[in-house]
C-alpha cells in the first residue's frame, strides 16, 4: 500500500478503557496536530462505555470497538503515520509482535503501510504504551472565581481500586463527609469514575454510591457525588485531594492545590509512594485544619507538569523525532524487546491471552472482528457479547465479594 498522501497525518490509537483512551488520544494531539484520529478500543473487560466515553470528552474521526486481529488488520491496511498503543504492558507487547509479524518479510516498512508501529525499548522508530504518569493532559491553569462567586470547593477524587478493601473506603467517605460538616461554607465533591456495573481500568467492587447509602446521618448538604468530565469538574475546584489518581496530575497542571492522602499509610499498593518528594502528602487532619499543599518545583518538573504554560514544549523533542521518521522513504522493522529467547516463561502466555501464537498470528479465525461482520451474525454475536459482559461483571461486583466475605467467617 502507497504511504499516506494526506496533508494531515493520520494516527491510530488503540486503548483498553477509557483512562487510556484518554492519554492516548491527548498524546496522539500532541504529537501530531492538526491530524486525523482513528480510535481504537480493544475488546476487553474494560472496554469502556458509551457515558464513559463521553465523560472523557476526547473526540477521534472514528472510533470502534476491536479484537487483537481486527486492530491488526485495520493498522496494517490503511495508510498511518504514527500508531499509539495506550495499553497495559502486555497488551502493548501481544500488538508489537502481531504488527512485527504482519510486516515480516517484507524487508523495511515502508511507512504508511504499518506506521511506525510501537516500540517497547526505543529500538523502533515509535511511541509505546500509555504515557508515563507525569504526562499531563493540555489544558492550562484555570482562573479563580471572583471572592463571593461560589464556595470554595473540595474534589476528592475517588479510584475504583484504591484502596481495594471496605473498611479503607468506609473511612475514605467518612473524612469527606466529616470535612463538609467541619467547613460548612465548603462545597465537597465526590468525584466518581463510574457507575455501578460499568467497569473502567481497574475492577470496582465496593462502589462509593453503596457505601454512601450506608452512611451513617448520609452525606450532608454541602457534600454529594459527582459524574462527568474530569477537566469541568476541575474547573471549579479550589483543592484536589485523592488517594494517588491521575486528577492530581491534571489538577497540579492547572495550578491547583492538590493533596495526596497518608491517611492509609504511603504504600505501593496505594500507589501514592510515587508522589514521595511531590510536596504534595497530607492527611484528612491537617486538612481540615486549613492546610493547603504547596507542590515542589523540582518535582513538578521532573514529572512534565508546567502550570508555568511551559508544557507546549514538552513534546517537541517527539513531534521532531516523528518528523524526521516521516521523511524517511521506509521504517526499520519492529523489534520488540520480549522474545521467546528473552522471555520464554512469559511472552507465551501474554500472547495467547491476546489471542496471538507465539509467532505473533492471530490464532482465531478473526471473523468476530466488528469490520467483517455483518447481518444477522454481527447482531447476535453483539447481544451475546453484552450478556457475556453483564453476568462477568454481576459474578465480579456481586458474587465475588458475597464469597469472599464468607469466607472470612
Given at each position: ?39 481504537f ?40 503515520d504514527v ?129 454512601v ?24 475546584t ?6 494517588s ?10 495550578g ?89 516463561g512469559?511472552l ?53 465479594p ?8
Amino acid at each position: 500500500m502507497p504511504a499516506s498522501t494526506s496533508p494531515r497525518p493520520r494516527v491510530a490509537v488503540l486503548a483498553d478503557s477509557d483512562t487510556r483512551w484518554k492519554w492516548g488520544a491527548l498524546t496522539a494531539h500532541r504529537i501530531a496536530p492538526d491530524h486525523r484520529l482513528d480510535g481504537f478500543l480493544l475488546r476487553g473487560r474494560a472496554t469502556p462505555t458509551a457515558r464513559q466515553l463521553d465523560e472523557v470528552g476526547v473526540r477521534a474521526d472514528s472510533l470502534r470497538e476491536v479484537t487483537t486481529a481486527g486492530f491488526l488488520r485495520a493498522v496494517t491496511g490503511e495508510p498511518y503515520d504514527v500508531v499509539v498503543l495506550a495499553c497495559v504492558g502486555g497488551a502493548v507487547q501481544a500488538m508489537l509482535h502481531g504488527l512485527a509479524r504482519a510486516t515480516a518479510g517484507a524487508g523495511e516498512v515502508e511507512r504508511g503501510e504499518a506506521g511506525p508501529g510501537a516500540a517497547a525499548n526505543g529500538t523502533t522508530p515509535a511511541l509505546g504504551t500509555v504515557p508515563a504518569p507525569g504526562t499531563p493532559a493540555p489544558g492550562t491553569p484555570a482562573p479563580g472565581p471572583a471572592p463571593g462567586e461560589r464556595p470554595h470547593t473540595v474534589c476528592f477524587a475517588v479510584q475504583p481500586s484504591v484502596p481495594d478493601n471496605r473498611a479503607g473506603r468506609d473511612y475514605l467517605l467518612r473524612r469527606a463527609a466529616g470535612h463538609a460538616r467541619l467547613h460548612p461554607d465548603r462545597e465537597v465533591l465526590i468525584k466518581l469514575r463510574s457507575k455501578p456495573g460499568e467497569h473502567t481500568t481497574h475492577i470496582e467492587e465496593l462502589p462509593y454510591q453503596k457505601l454512601v447509602s450506608r452512611l451513617p446521618g448520609g452525606l450532608p448538604a454541602n457534600c454529594r457525588l459527582v459524574y462527568g468530565h474530569m477537566g469541568e469538574v476541575l474547573d471549579r475546584t479550589d483543592l484536589l485531594v485523592t488517594v494517588s489518581s491521575t486528577a492530581a496530575l491534571e489538577a497540579l497542571h492547572r495550578g491547583i492545590p492538590t493533596a495526596v492522602l497518608t491517611d492509609l499509610g504511603i504504600r505501593e499498593a496505594l500507589g501514592n509512594h510515587h508522589f514521595l518528594g511531590s510536596g504534595c502528602l497530607a492527611s484528612w487532619d491537617e486538612l481540615d485544619a486549613g492546610h493547603r499543599p504547596e507542590p515542589d518545583r523540582s518535582w513538578l518538573a521532573r514529572q512534565g507538569v508546567a502550570a508555568d504554560g511551559h508544557y507546549e514544549h514538552a513534546f517537541d523533542a517527539a513531534r521532531e523525532r516523528i518528523a524526521e521518521l516521516l521523511a524517511r522513504p521506509a521504517l526499520p522493522p519492529i523489534a520488540p524487546y520480549y522474545t521467546t529467547f528473552t522471555a520464554p516463561g512469559y511472552l507465551p502466555g501474554i500472547l495467547a491471552r491476546y489471542g496471538l501464537d507465539v509467532r505473533g498470528e492471530p490464532t482465531g479465525s478473526g471473523a468476530e472482528d466488528d469490520t467483517a461482520a455483518r447481518g444477522v451474525r454481527q447482531v447476535v454475536r453483539s447481544a451475546v457479547r453484552d450478556a457475556a459482559r453483564g453476568a462477568y461483571r454481576h459474578g465480579v461486583q456481586r458474587v465475588a465479594p458475597v464469597i469472599r466475605r464468607l469466607g472470612e467467617l
